[in-house]
Protein backbone atom coordinates (compact mmCIF):
# COMPACT_ATOMS: atom_id res chain seq x y z
CA UNK A 1 0.00 0.00 0.00
CA UNK A 2 1.80 2.75 -0.99
CA UNK A 3 1.00 6.41 -0.91
CA UNK A 4 2.24 7.38 -4.59
CA UNK A 5 -0.03 5.38 -6.40
CA UNK A 6 -2.84 5.36 -3.76
CA UNK A 7 -5.92 7.33 -5.14
CA UNK A 8 -6.33 8.84 -1.60
CA UNK A 9 -4.27 8.13 1.05
CA UNK A 10 -4.11 9.91 4.93
CA UNK A 11 -0.98 10.09 6.76
CA UNK A 12 -1.03 10.79 10.22
CA UNK A 13 -4.25 12.74 10.26
CA UNK A 14 -4.80 14.96 13.64
CA UNK A 15 -8.36 16.77 14.18
CA UNK A 16 -8.59 19.02 16.90
CA UNK A 17 -12.00 21.31 18.18
CA UNK A 18 -11.01 23.78 20.66
CA UNK A 19 -8.02 24.54 22.63
CA UNK A 20 -6.38 24.32 25.90
CA UNK A 21 -8.47 22.31 28.20
CA UNK A 22 -11.31 21.77 26.62
CA UNK A 23 -9.51 20.47 23.47
CA UNK A 24 -11.79 17.81 21.73
CA UNK A 25 -9.40 15.60 20.18
CA UNK A 26 -11.34 13.93 17.37
CA UNK A 27 -8.76 12.40 14.72
CA UNK A 28 -5.75 10.90 16.24
CA UNK A 29 -2.94 10.05 14.06
CA UNK A 30 -4.99 8.32 11.26
CA UNK A 31 -3.15 6.63 8.18
CA UNK A 32 -4.45 4.92 5.69
CA UNK A 33 -4.91 4.14 1.84
CA UNK A 34 -7.02 3.47 -1.14
CA UNK A 35 -5.69 2.02 -4.47
CA UNK A 36 -7.08 3.27 -7.79
CA UNK A 37 -10.39 0.75 -8.55
CA UNK A 38 -10.26 -0.50 -4.57
CA UNK A 39 -12.84 -0.18 -1.71
CA UNK A 40 -12.16 0.93 1.90
CA UNK A 41 -14.65 0.42 4.86
CA UNK A 42 -14.21 2.74 7.42
CA UNK A 43 -16.10 1.54 10.44
CA UNK A 44 -16.96 2.59 14.16
CA UNK A 45 -19.45 4.17 16.16
CA UNK A 46 -21.13 7.59 16.09
CA UNK A 47 -18.23 9.88 17.52
CA UNK A 48 -15.33 7.32 16.76
CA UNK A 49 -13.84 9.78 13.92
CA UNK A 50 -14.64 8.02 10.82
CA UNK A 51 -16.48 10.65 8.80
CA UNK A 52 -14.37 13.78 10.98
CA UNK A 53 -11.44 11.88 9.29
CA UNK A 54 -12.44 11.74 5.72
CA UNK A 55 -13.95 15.12 5.73
CA UNK A 56 -11.24 16.35 7.37
CA UNK A 57 -9.03 15.03 4.84
CA UNK A 58 -10.71 16.23 2.04
CA UNK A 59 -11.29 20.02 3.13
CA UNK A 60 -15.15 19.56 4.29
CA UNK A 61 -14.28 19.66 8.36
CA UNK A 62 -15.75 22.67 9.96
CA UNK A 63 -14.20 25.75 9.52
CA UNK A 64 -13.59 25.47 13.86
CA UNK A 65 -11.58 22.08 13.34
CA UNK A 66 -7.62 22.40 12.94
CA UNK A 67 -6.57 19.71 10.83
CA UNK A 68 -2.91 18.48 10.47
CA UNK A 69 -1.50 15.63 8.79
CA UNK A 70 -1.19 14.93 4.84
CA UNK A 71 -4.12 13.29 2.55
CA UNK A 72 -2.64 12.84 -1.16
CA UNK A 73 -5.47 12.41 -3.56
CA UNK A 74 -3.40 11.10 -6.75
CA UNK A 75 -0.33 12.21 -5.21
CA UNK A 76 -1.26 15.95 -4.51
CA UNK A 77 -1.65 16.49 -0.57
CA UNK A 78 -4.79 17.98 -0.28
CA UNK A 79 -3.84 19.63 2.83
CA UNK A 80 -0.84 21.82 1.36
CA UNK A 81 -2.89 23.64 -1.06
CA UNK A 82 -4.25 26.96 -0.95
CA UNK A 83 -8.09 27.14 -0.82
CA UNK A 84 -8.71 27.86 -4.31
CA UNK A 85 -6.16 25.06 -5.48
CA UNK A 86 -7.94 22.82 -2.69
CA UNK A 87 -11.74 23.46 -4.02
CA UNK A 88 -10.45 22.71 -7.77
CA UNK A 89 -9.07 19.60 -6.94
CA UNK A 90 -11.64 18.44 -4.76
CA UNK A 91 -14.58 19.38 -7.18
CA UNK A 92 -12.61 17.27 -9.79
CA UNK A 93 -11.17 14.04 -7.86
CA UNK A 94 -13.51 13.94 -5.66
CA UNK A 95 -17.04 13.04 -5.81
CA UNK A 96 -19.47 12.84 -2.46
CA UNK A 97 -22.54 10.90 -1.76
CA UNK A 98 -24.01 12.38 2.50
CA UNK A 99 -26.04 10.11 4.73
CA UNK A 100 -29.34 12.11 4.59
CA UNK A 101 -30.46 12.62 0.67
CA UNK A 102 -33.27 14.65 1.29
CA UNK A 103 -30.94 17.62 3.49
CA UNK A 104 -27.75 17.29 1.56
CA UNK A 105 -29.82 18.24 -1.66
CA UNK A 106 -30.48 21.77 -1.95
CA UNK A 107 -34.22 22.22 -1.57
CA UNK A 108 -34.69 25.23 -3.48
CA UNK A 109 -32.82 23.97 -6.95
CA UNK A 110 -34.04 21.73 -9.29
CA UNK A 111 -32.28 18.26 -10.19
CA UNK A 112 -30.50 19.31 -13.34
CA UNK A 113 -29.27 22.54 -11.93
CA UNK A 114 -27.76 20.49 -8.69
CA UNK A 115 -25.83 18.26 -11.17
CA UNK A 116 -24.77 21.10 -14.24
CA UNK A 117 -23.30 23.25 -11.26
CA UNK A 118 -20.24 21.28 -10.89
CA UNK A 119 -19.86 20.18 -14.51
CA UNK A 120 -19.98 23.88 -15.58
CA UNK A 121 -17.35 24.79 -13.12
CA UNK A 122 -14.81 22.13 -13.27
CA UNK A 123 -15.45 20.99 -17.48
CA UNK A 124 -15.83 24.81 -18.55
CA UNK A 125 -19.48 23.20 -19.65
CA UNK A 126 -22.03 25.04 -21.23
CA UNK A 127 -25.12 25.35 -20.12
CA UNK A 128 -26.57 22.75 -22.89
CA UNK A 129 -23.42 20.41 -22.87
CA UNK A 130 -23.71 20.10 -19.06
CA UNK A 131 -27.74 19.30 -19.31
CA UNK A 132 -27.04 16.66 -21.16
CA UNK A 133 -24.31 15.19 -19.33
CA UNK A 134 -26.79 15.97 -16.47
CA UNK A 135 -29.32 13.66 -18.50
CA UNK A 136 -26.68 10.62 -19.17
CA UNK A 137 -25.51 10.81 -15.35
CA UNK A 138 -29.75 10.11 -14.69
CA UNK A 139 -29.69 7.19 -16.70
CA UNK A 140 -26.58 5.63 -15.65
CA UNK A 141 -27.60 5.73 -11.94
CA UNK A 142 -30.80 4.33 -12.87
CA UNK A 143 -33.58 6.91 -12.42
CA UNK A 144 -36.60 6.16 -15.01
CA UNK A 145 -37.85 8.96 -17.05
CA UNK A 146 -34.70 11.22 -16.76
CA UNK A 147 -35.39 13.72 -18.78
CA UNK A 148 -38.58 14.26 -16.69
CA UNK A 149 -36.38 14.04 -13.18
CA UNK A 150 -34.27 16.81 -14.29
CA UNK A 151 -36.92 19.67 -13.83
CA UNK A 152 -37.64 17.96 -10.45
CA UNK A 153 -37.00 19.50 -6.94
CA UNK A 154 -36.19 16.89 -4.46
CA UNK A 155 -38.78 16.85 -2.70
CA UNK A 156 -40.87 15.43 -5.59
CA UNK A 157 -38.61 12.33 -5.31
CA UNK A 158 -38.47 9.42 -2.93
CA UNK A 159 -35.45 8.43 -0.96
CA UNK A 160 -33.90 5.94 -3.18
CA UNK A 161 -34.38 8.20 -6.06
CA UNK A 162 -32.88 11.37 -3.99
CA UNK A 163 -29.93 9.18 -3.00
CA UNK A 164 -29.26 8.32 -6.90
CA UNK A 165 -29.03 11.97 -7.85
CA UNK A 166 -26.30 12.51 -4.85
CA UNK A 167 -24.39 9.83 -7.03
CA UNK A 168 -25.30 11.41 -10.03
CA UNK A 169 -23.80 14.63 -8.75
CA UNK A 170 -20.98 13.08 -7.30
CA UNK A 171 -19.53 11.37 -10.65
CA UNK A 172 -20.38 13.81 -12.61
CA UNK A 173 -16.77 15.26 -12.88
CA UNK A 174 -15.58 11.24 -13.40
CA UNK A 175 -13.67 11.86 -9.87
CA UNK A 176 -10.79 9.24 -9.15
CA UNK A 177 -12.83 8.65 -5.84
CA UNK A 178 -15.92 8.48 -4.48
CA UNK A 179 -16.81 9.31 -0.75
CA UNK A 180 -19.74 7.74 0.70
CA UNK A 181 -20.34 8.89 4.25
CA UNK A 182 -23.18 6.83 5.66
CA UNK A 183 -25.33 6.88 1.79
CA UNK A 184 -27.32 3.97 3.15
CA UNK A 185 -28.28 4.51 6.87
CA UNK A 186 -31.01 6.86 5.86
CA UNK A 187 -32.80 4.24 3.49
CA UNK A 188 -34.73 1.21 3.97
CA UNK A 189 -32.84 -2.32 3.21
CA UNK A 190 -34.71 -2.76 -0.19
CA UNK A 191 -32.93 1.20 -1.38
CA UNK A 192 -30.00 0.22 0.35
CA UNK A 193 -29.30 -2.97 -1.66
CA UNK A 194 -29.65 -1.25 -4.56
CA UNK A 195 -27.93 1.68 -4.47
CA UNK A 196 -24.86 -0.68 -2.77
CA UNK A 197 -25.07 -2.34 -6.50
CA UNK A 198 -25.09 1.05 -8.20
CA UNK A 199 -21.84 1.61 -6.61
CA UNK A 200 -20.63 -1.74 -6.79
CA UNK A 201 -21.21 -1.39 -10.74
CA UNK A 202 -19.98 2.14 -11.58
CA UNK A 203 -17.04 1.48 -9.46
CA UNK A 204 -16.53 -1.57 -12.27
CA UNK A 205 -17.10 0.92 -14.84
CA UNK A 206 -15.17 3.47 -13.96
CA UNK A 207 -12.16 2.93 -12.01
CA UNK A 208 -12.78 4.90 -9.14
CA UNK A 209 -11.34 3.82 -5.64
CA UNK A 210 -14.45 4.19 -3.08
CA UNK A 211 -13.77 5.15 0.63
CA UNK A 212 -16.96 3.80 2.34
CA UNK A 213 -17.98 5.27 5.92
CA UNK A 214 -20.40 3.26 8.19
CA UNK A 215 -21.30 2.06 11.90
CA UNK A 216 -22.78 -1.39 9.16
CA UNK A 217 -19.66 -3.65 9.49
CA UNK A 218 -22.13 -5.78 7.08
CA UNK A 219 -22.71 -3.37 4.77
CA UNK A 220 -18.91 -2.74 4.39
CA UNK A 221 -17.79 -6.72 4.66
CA UNK A 222 -19.91 -6.60 1.38
CA UNK A 223 -18.15 -3.96 -0.90
CA UNK A 224 -14.68 -2.92 0.71
CA UNK A 225 -11.87 -5.08 -0.27
CA UNK A 226 -9.70 -3.20 2.46
CA UNK A 227 -11.62 -2.46 6.05
CA UNK A 228 -10.52 0.34 9.12
CA UNK A 229 -11.63 -0.11 12.27
CA UNK A 230 -12.08 3.36 14.27
CA UNK A 231 -12.48 3.77 17.75
CA UNK A 232 -12.13 7.18 20.19
CA UNK A 233 -10.33 8.71 17.21
CA UNK A 234 -7.73 6.19 16.27
CA UNK A 235 -7.39 3.34 13.84
CA UNK A 236 -7.37 -0.12 15.75
CA UNK A 237 -7.27 -2.65 13.16
CA UNK A 238 -7.00 -3.01 9.75
CA UNK A 239 -7.05 -5.81 7.01
CA UNK A 240 -8.19 -7.26 4.45
CA UNK A 241 -11.81 -8.08 4.53
CA UNK A 242 -12.14 -11.85 4.79
CA UNK A 243 -9.45 -11.69 7.06
CA UNK A 244 -11.00 -9.12 9.40
CA UNK A 245 -13.92 -11.68 8.97
CA UNK A 246 -12.23 -14.95 9.69
CA UNK A 247 -9.34 -13.57 12.38
CA UNK A 248 -10.28 -10.39 14.04
CA UNK A 249 -7.27 -9.19 16.19
CA UNK A 250 -8.89 -6.71 18.23
CA UNK A 251 -11.10 -7.30 20.88
CA UNK A 252 -13.17 -4.18 19.75
CA UNK A 253 -13.76 -5.72 16.06
CA UNK A 254 -14.69 -9.66 17.42
CA UNK A 255 -17.22 -7.10 20.11
CA UNK A 256 -18.43 -5.74 16.80
CA UNK A 257 -18.32 -8.82 14.47
CA UNK A 258 -20.61 -10.33 18.00
CA UNK A 259 -23.28 -7.58 17.84
CA UNK A 260 -24.30 -8.24 14.82
CA UNK A 261 -27.37 -10.40 13.98
CA UNK A 262 -26.92 -12.69 11.46
CA UNK A 263 -30.12 -14.78 9.35
CA UNK A 264 -30.69 -18.45 10.38
CA UNK A 265 -29.09 -17.68 13.58
CA UNK A 266 -32.00 -15.85 15.05
CA UNK A 267 -31.85 -18.03 18.74
CA UNK A 268 -28.50 -16.48 19.09
CA UNK A 269 -27.88 -13.85 21.09
CA UNK A 270 -26.15 -10.70 20.03
CA UNK A 271 -23.16 -9.77 22.70
CA UNK A 272 -23.36 -6.30 22.67
CA UNK A 273 -20.39 -4.06 23.52
CA UNK A 274 -21.10 -2.64 27.17
CA UNK A 275 -20.60 0.79 28.12
CA UNK A 276 -20.10 4.24 25.74
CA UNK A 277 -17.43 5.36 23.43
CA UNK A 278 -14.49 7.48 25.34
CA UNK A 279 -15.55 11.56 25.53
CA UNK A 280 -13.05 13.12 22.92
CA UNK A 281 -12.55 16.05 25.60
CA UNK A 282 -11.14 13.19 28.33
CA UNK A 283 -9.35 10.45 26.83
CA UNK A 284 -7.81 7.36 29.01
CA UNK A 285 -4.35 7.34 29.56
CA UNK A 286 -3.61 3.97 28.67
CA UNK A 287 -5.69 2.51 25.71
CA UNK A 288 -8.75 4.39 24.12
CA UNK A 289 -10.98 0.85 24.50
CA UNK A 290 -9.85 -0.25 27.78
CA UNK A 291 -12.68 0.77 29.97
CA UNK A 292 -15.00 -1.51 27.88
CA UNK A 293 -12.61 -3.92 27.47
CA UNK A 294 -13.62 -7.80 27.67
CA UNK A 295 -10.06 -8.67 28.14
CA UNK A 296 -8.66 -5.31 30.18
CA UNK A 297 -5.33 -6.88 30.61
CA UNK A 298 -3.39 -4.68 33.54
CA UNK A 299 -0.59 -3.71 30.96
CA UNK A 300 -3.45 -1.58 28.93
CA UNK A 301 -4.86 0.84 31.65
CA UNK A 302 -1.57 3.16 31.60
CA UNK A 303 -0.10 2.26 28.01
CA UNK A 304 -1.37 2.74 24.49
CA UNK A 305 -0.49 -0.15 22.62
CA UNK A 306 1.00 0.77 18.96
CA UNK A 307 -0.37 -0.21 15.93
CA UNK A 308 1.26 -3.36 14.77
CA UNK A 309 1.26 -5.90 12.35
CA UNK A 310 -0.03 -8.93 13.58
CA UNK A 311 0.35 -11.04 10.14
CA UNK A 312 1.78 -8.90 6.74
CA UNK A 313 -1.00 -6.55 5.65
CA UNK A 314 -3.01 -7.19 9.24
CA UNK A 315 -2.29 -4.39 11.70
CA UNK A 316 -3.89 -4.28 15.14
CA UNK A 317 -3.06 -2.44 18.37
CA UNK A 318 -3.10 -4.71 20.86
CA UNK A 319 -1.09 -6.24 23.50
CA UNK A 320 -3.25 -9.67 23.23
CA UNK A 321 -2.97 -10.80 20.07
CA UNK A 322 -2.01 -14.61 21.39
CA UNK A 323 -4.86 -14.84 23.65
CA UNK A 324 -6.83 -14.97 20.56
CA UNK B 1 -48.40 28.61 -8.86
CA UNK B 2 -51.72 30.41 -9.54
CA UNK B 3 -54.38 28.36 -7.44
CA UNK B 4 -51.67 28.83 -4.56
CA UNK B 5 -52.27 32.64 -5.44
CA UNK B 6 -55.84 32.62 -5.65
CA UNK B 7 -56.25 30.84 -2.25
CA UNK B 8 -54.25 33.50 -0.97
CA UNK B 9 -56.34 36.63 -2.30
CA UNK B 10 -59.30 34.22 -0.78
CA UNK B 11 -57.76 34.41 2.53
CA UNK B 12 -56.92 37.80 2.87
CA UNK B 13 -60.55 38.72 1.39
CA UNK B 14 -61.99 36.74 4.95
CA UNK B 15 -59.45 38.15 6.98
CA UNK B 16 -60.39 41.61 5.77
CA UNK B 17 -63.93 40.96 6.12
CA UNK B 18 -63.25 39.93 9.88
CA UNK B 19 -60.88 43.03 10.28
CA UNK B 20 -63.85 45.74 9.99
CA UNK B 21 -65.93 44.05 12.40
CA UNK B 22 -63.42 43.88 15.29
CA UNK B 23 -62.73 47.52 13.71
CA UNK B 24 -66.54 48.32 14.20
CA UNK B 25 -66.81 46.59 17.37
CA UNK B 26 -63.81 48.08 19.19
CA UNK B 27 -64.85 51.66 17.80
CA UNK B 28 -68.30 51.46 19.16
CA UNK B 29 -67.03 49.93 22.75
CA UNK B 30 -64.44 53.28 23.38
CA UNK B 31 -66.59 55.01 25.98
CA UNK B 32 -67.00 58.81 25.27
CA UNK B 33 -69.61 60.07 23.09
CA UNK B 34 -68.56 61.71 19.84
CA UNK B 35 -71.41 63.42 18.67
CA UNK B 36 -71.31 65.46 22.08
CA UNK B 37 -67.71 65.98 21.34
CA UNK B 38 -68.23 66.60 17.58
CA UNK B 39 -71.02 69.50 18.43
CA UNK B 40 -68.66 70.76 21.33
CA UNK B 41 -69.87 74.08 23.11
CA UNK B 42 -72.74 74.27 20.39
CA UNK B 43 -74.32 71.30 22.62
CA UNK B 44 -78.04 71.81 22.07
CA UNK B 45 -80.61 68.70 22.97
CA UNK B 46 -82.21 69.00 19.36
CA UNK B 47 -78.28 69.50 17.39
CA UNK B 48 -77.49 66.82 19.16
CA UNK B 49 -80.58 64.44 18.34
CA UNK B 50 -80.31 65.37 14.99
CA UNK B 51 -75.98 65.12 14.02
CA UNK B 52 -77.24 61.36 15.52
CA UNK B 53 -79.71 60.80 13.31
CA UNK B 54 -77.85 62.25 10.21
CA UNK B 55 -74.75 60.13 11.38
CA UNK B 56 -76.68 57.09 11.87
CA UNK B 57 -75.39 56.32 15.53
CA UNK B 58 -79.32 55.78 16.64
CA UNK B 59 -79.25 52.66 14.60
CA UNK B 60 -79.12 49.00 16.40
CA UNK B 61 -75.70 48.13 15.94
CA UNK B 62 -76.22 45.89 13.08
CA UNK B 63 -77.68 47.52 10.89
CA UNK B 64 -74.84 50.48 11.60
CA UNK B 65 -72.32 47.89 10.80
CA UNK B 66 -73.80 46.23 7.51
CA UNK B 67 -75.00 49.81 6.39
CA UNK B 68 -70.73 50.54 6.96
CA UNK B 69 -69.67 47.36 5.29
CA UNK B 70 -72.16 48.15 2.39
CA UNK B 71 -70.78 52.12 1.76
CA UNK B 72 -67.31 50.55 2.50
CA UNK B 73 -67.55 48.49 -0.16
CA UNK B 74 -68.10 51.35 -2.28
CA UNK B 75 -65.47 53.46 -1.22
CA UNK B 76 -67.56 55.09 0.90
CA UNK B 77 -66.07 55.31 4.59
CA UNK B 78 -68.34 58.26 5.81
CA UNK B 79 -67.67 61.64 6.86
CA UNK B 80 -65.13 63.17 8.99
CA UNK B 81 -66.89 63.85 12.62
CA UNK B 82 -64.25 66.98 12.57
CA UNK B 83 -64.26 68.20 9.60
CA UNK B 84 -67.04 67.11 7.14
CA UNK B 85 -64.87 65.89 4.99
CA UNK B 86 -65.00 62.44 3.01
CA UNK B 87 -62.70 59.98 4.92
CA UNK B 88 -62.09 58.30 1.83
CA UNK B 89 -60.62 61.65 0.65
CA UNK B 90 -58.75 61.75 3.68
CA UNK B 91 -57.33 58.20 3.61
CA UNK B 92 -56.10 59.00 0.47
CA UNK B 93 -54.64 62.25 0.93
CA UNK B 94 -52.45 61.03 4.20
CA UNK B 95 -51.38 57.37 2.09
CA UNK B 96 -48.24 59.33 -0.11
CA UNK B 97 -46.67 59.95 2.90
CA UNK B 98 -46.63 57.23 4.88
CA UNK B 99 -46.01 54.56 1.95
CA UNK B 100 -42.90 56.63 0.88
CA UNK B 101 -41.63 56.88 4.53
CA UNK B 102 -42.09 52.83 5.24
CA UNK B 103 -40.66 52.58 1.74
CA UNK B 104 -37.51 54.53 2.00
CA UNK B 105 -37.64 53.02 5.39
CA UNK B 106 -37.28 49.51 4.45
CA UNK B 107 -34.67 50.35 2.07
CA UNK B 108 -32.70 51.65 4.18
CA UNK B 109 -33.54 48.64 6.63
CA UNK B 110 -32.65 45.68 3.59
CA UNK B 111 -29.11 48.25 2.63
CA UNK B 112 -28.03 47.67 6.42
CA UNK B 113 -29.30 44.49 7.18
CA UNK B 114 -28.37 41.92 4.11
CA UNK B 115 -24.50 42.96 4.15
CA UNK B 116 -24.20 43.55 7.96
CA UNK B 117 -26.18 39.98 8.81
CA UNK B 118 -24.41 38.08 6.10
CA UNK B 119 -21.02 39.13 6.83
CA UNK B 120 -21.69 38.40 10.33
CA UNK B 121 -22.75 35.23 9.49
CA UNK B 122 -19.74 34.40 7.52
CA UNK B 123 -17.29 35.52 10.55
CA UNK B 124 -19.36 33.25 13.06
CA UNK B 125 -17.49 33.62 16.28
CA UNK B 126 -14.76 36.23 15.70
CA UNK B 127 -14.40 39.73 16.40
CA UNK B 128 -16.22 41.38 13.56
CA UNK B 129 -19.40 39.07 14.39
CA UNK B 130 -19.12 40.37 17.91
CA UNK B 131 -19.60 44.28 16.77
CA UNK B 132 -22.55 43.27 14.33
CA UNK B 133 -23.85 41.32 17.22
CA UNK B 134 -23.60 44.09 20.11
CA UNK B 135 -24.71 46.83 17.27
CA UNK B 136 -27.78 45.20 16.48
CA UNK B 137 -28.60 44.95 20.07
CA UNK B 138 -28.21 48.15 20.34
CA UNK B 139 -30.24 49.21 17.74
CA UNK B 140 -33.18 46.66 18.46
CA UNK B 141 -33.08 48.50 22.35
CA UNK B 142 -33.55 51.90 21.05
CA UNK B 143 -36.72 53.29 20.72
CA UNK B 144 -37.36 55.00 16.87
CA UNK B 145 -38.73 58.21 18.23
CA UNK B 146 -35.85 59.12 20.84
CA UNK B 147 -33.49 58.45 17.73
CA UNK B 148 -35.56 60.78 15.57
CA UNK B 149 -35.45 63.62 18.28
CA UNK B 150 -31.55 62.92 18.42
CA UNK B 151 -31.06 63.32 14.86
CA UNK B 152 -33.16 66.25 14.11
CA UNK B 153 -30.56 68.26 17.49
CA UNK B 154 -27.69 67.18 15.19
CA UNK B 155 -28.92 67.43 12.21
CA UNK B 156 -31.36 70.44 12.28
CA UNK B 157 -30.58 72.56 14.97
CA UNK B 158 -26.36 72.33 15.59
CA UNK B 159 -25.74 71.37 11.98
CA UNK B 160 -28.58 72.82 10.25
CA UNK B 161 -28.18 70.52 7.72
CA UNK B 162 -32.02 69.44 7.22
CA UNK B 163 -34.98 70.79 8.22
CA UNK B 164 -36.64 69.41 11.44
CA UNK B 165 -40.19 68.47 10.14
CA UNK B 166 -42.57 68.42 7.68
CA UNK B 167 -43.70 66.81 4.31
CA UNK B 168 -43.14 67.71 1.09
CA UNK B 169 -45.07 65.10 -1.73
CA UNK B 170 -42.23 63.21 -3.99
CA UNK B 171 -43.90 63.57 -6.99
CA UNK B 172 -43.91 67.47 -6.22
CA UNK B 173 -40.31 67.84 -5.68
CA UNK B 174 -38.06 64.87 -5.57
CA UNK B 175 -35.04 66.73 -3.78
CA UNK B 176 -36.62 68.39 -0.95
CA UNK B 177 -39.08 64.84 -0.45
CA UNK B 178 -35.42 63.40 0.37
CA UNK B 179 -34.23 65.89 2.69
CA UNK B 180 -37.48 65.51 4.63
CA UNK B 181 -37.91 62.14 5.04
CA UNK B 182 -34.51 61.71 5.19
CA UNK B 183 -34.45 61.77 9.16
CA UNK B 184 -37.49 59.73 10.07
CA UNK B 185 -36.38 57.37 7.65
CA UNK B 186 -33.09 56.71 8.96
CA UNK B 187 -35.05 56.68 12.64
CA UNK B 188 -37.01 54.17 11.71
CA UNK B 189 -35.29 51.83 9.10
CA UNK B 190 -31.71 52.19 11.27
CA UNK B 191 -34.06 49.91 14.40
CA UNK B 192 -36.17 48.26 11.71
CA UNK B 193 -32.29 47.12 10.40
CA UNK B 194 -30.97 46.18 13.58
CA UNK B 195 -34.11 43.44 13.98
CA UNK B 196 -33.46 42.21 10.89
CA UNK B 197 -29.75 41.75 10.98
CA UNK B 198 -30.09 39.39 13.94
CA UNK B 199 -32.59 37.12 11.72
CA UNK B 200 -30.00 37.66 8.20
CA UNK B 201 -27.02 36.47 10.82
CA UNK B 202 -28.69 33.47 12.38
CA UNK B 203 -30.98 32.63 9.26
CA UNK B 204 -27.50 32.89 7.10
CA UNK B 205 -25.32 30.83 9.93
CA UNK B 206 -27.81 28.01 10.18
CA UNK B 207 -27.84 27.89 6.16
CA UNK B 208 -23.90 27.73 6.55
CA UNK B 209 -23.76 25.06 8.80
CA UNK B 210 -26.15 23.04 6.38
CA UNK B 211 -25.99 19.59 4.57
CA UNK B 212 -26.85 21.01 1.29
CA UNK B 213 -24.11 23.85 1.90
CA UNK B 214 -21.77 21.05 2.50
CA UNK B 215 -22.79 19.38 -0.54
CA UNK B 216 -22.05 22.72 -2.42
CA UNK B 217 -18.65 23.17 -0.90
CA UNK B 218 -18.11 19.07 -2.05
CA UNK B 219 -18.61 20.14 -5.35
CA UNK B 220 -15.36 22.36 -5.35
CA UNK B 221 -18.19 25.51 -6.45
CA UNK B 222 -16.58 28.94 -5.60
CA UNK B 223 -17.00 30.49 -2.43
CA UNK B 224 -18.83 33.23 -3.94
CA UNK B 225 -21.59 30.87 -5.36
CA UNK B 226 -21.97 28.63 -2.51
CA UNK B 227 -22.65 31.68 -0.49
CA UNK B 228 -25.02 32.84 -2.57
CA UNK B 229 -26.61 30.13 -4.32
CA UNK B 230 -27.10 27.84 -1.44
CA UNK B 231 -26.28 29.59 1.47
CA UNK B 232 -28.24 33.56 1.50
CA UNK B 233 -31.06 32.02 -1.09
CA UNK B 234 -31.83 29.20 1.56
CA UNK B 235 -32.06 31.65 3.76
CA UNK B 236 -34.35 34.09 2.35
CA UNK B 237 -36.84 31.96 2.93
CA UNK B 238 -37.33 32.88 7.00
CA UNK B 239 -35.66 35.94 6.45
CA UNK B 240 -38.66 36.94 3.62
CA UNK B 241 -41.29 36.63 6.62
CA UNK B 242 -39.68 38.85 9.08
CA UNK B 243 -39.48 41.52 6.29
CA UNK B 244 -42.69 41.46 5.49
CA UNK B 245 -43.38 41.81 9.08
CA UNK B 246 -41.42 44.84 9.30
CA UNK B 247 -42.92 46.43 5.77
CA UNK B 248 -46.65 45.90 7.44
CA UNK B 249 -45.44 47.49 11.12
CA UNK B 250 -43.80 50.04 8.84
CA UNK B 251 -46.96 51.02 7.19
CA UNK B 252 -48.83 51.18 9.88
CA UNK B 253 -46.93 51.65 13.08
CA UNK B 254 -45.08 54.45 12.51
CA UNK B 255 -47.33 56.55 14.82
CA UNK B 256 -45.17 58.39 17.22
CA UNK B 257 -42.31 59.13 14.86
CA UNK B 258 -44.81 60.72 12.72
CA UNK B 259 -45.72 63.11 14.92
CA UNK B 260 -42.41 63.92 16.00
CA UNK B 261 -41.20 64.45 12.27
CA UNK B 262 -45.13 66.27 12.08
CA UNK B 263 -45.49 64.24 8.62
CA UNK B 264 -48.99 63.91 7.79
CA UNK B 265 -49.03 60.40 7.30
CA UNK B 266 -51.71 57.54 8.79
CA UNK B 267 -50.24 57.04 11.75
CA UNK B 268 -50.64 60.95 12.65
CA UNK B 269 -53.76 60.79 11.84
CA UNK B 270 -54.66 57.62 13.76
CA UNK B 271 -53.48 59.69 16.50
CA UNK B 272 -55.25 62.75 16.33
CA UNK B 273 -58.48 60.37 15.14
CA UNK B 274 -58.47 58.21 18.54
CA UNK B 275 -57.58 62.18 20.55
CA UNK B 276 -60.73 63.94 18.61
CA UNK B 277 -62.90 60.65 19.00
CA UNK B 278 -63.39 61.14 14.99
CA UNK B 279 -64.54 57.23 14.82
CA UNK B 280 -65.13 57.31 10.84
CA UNK B 281 -61.57 58.50 10.62
CA UNK B 282 -60.30 56.06 12.92
CA UNK B 283 -62.02 53.11 11.79
CA UNK B 284 -61.44 54.44 8.02
CA UNK B 285 -57.30 54.76 8.83
CA UNK B 286 -57.17 51.27 11.30
CA UNK B 287 -58.92 49.36 8.23
CA UNK B 288 -56.43 50.92 5.73
CA UNK B 289 -54.01 49.80 7.75
CA UNK B 290 -55.27 46.22 8.44
CA UNK B 291 -55.48 46.30 4.36
CA UNK B 292 -52.21 47.34 4.00
CA UNK B 293 -50.68 44.46 6.26
CA UNK B 294 -53.07 41.69 4.28
CA UNK B 295 -51.17 43.26 0.89
CA UNK B 296 -48.19 42.92 2.60
CA UNK B 297 -48.51 39.21 3.82
CA UNK B 298 -50.30 38.57 0.32
CA UNK B 299 -46.84 39.90 -1.10
CA UNK B 300 -45.07 37.73 1.19
CA UNK B 301 -46.84 34.83 0.32
CA UNK B 302 -46.48 34.63 -3.33
CA UNK B 303 -42.82 35.44 -2.77
CA UNK B 304 -42.42 32.57 -0.43
CA UNK B 305 -44.04 30.37 -3.10
CA UNK B 306 -41.46 31.83 -5.45
CA UNK B 307 -38.26 30.98 -3.41
CA UNK B 308 -39.79 27.86 -2.24
CA UNK B 309 -40.80 25.49 -4.73
CA UNK B 310 -42.04 23.45 -2.15
CA UNK B 311 -44.82 26.32 -0.29
CA UNK B 312 -46.44 26.30 -4.10
CA UNK B 313 -46.82 22.59 -4.48
CA UNK B 314 -48.89 21.94 -1.11
Request: neutral net charge; charged residues 20%.
Amino acid sequence: MSTTTAALAVEDLHVTIGRGARVARIVRGVSWSVQPGQTLGVVGESGSGKSMSVLAATGLAPATARVEGRAFLDGTDLLGLGPGELRRTRGRGLGFVFQDPMTSLNPLLTVERQITEGIEEHLGATRRAARTRALELLEMVGIPDAARRLEAYPHQMSGGMRQRVMIAIALACEPTMLVADEPTTALDVTTQAQILDIVRELQERIGMGVVWISHDLGVVGGLADEVVVMYGGQVLESAGVQTLHDAPAHPYTRGLLGARPRLGRLREELVAIPGAPPDPRALPGGCVFYERCPIKAERCAHEVPPLAEVAPGHLARTFCTEER
Amino acid sequence: MLRFTLLRAGHAVVVLLGVTVVVFALVHLVPGDPVRVALGTRFTQESYDALRAASGLDQPLLTQYVQYLGSAVTGDLGVSFRTGQPVTTILLERLPATVSLAAAALVIALVIAFPLGVFAATRHGRASDTVVRVASQAGVSVPDFWLGIMFILLFSVTLGWLPPSGYVPLTEDPLEWARRVAMPALAVGLVSGAILTRFVRSAVLESLGSDHARTARAKGLRARVVLLRHVVRNALVPVVTVIGVQAATLLGGIIVVEVVFAWPGLGRLTYDAVAARDYPVLQGSVLLVAALFLLVSFLVDVLYGRIDPRISAR
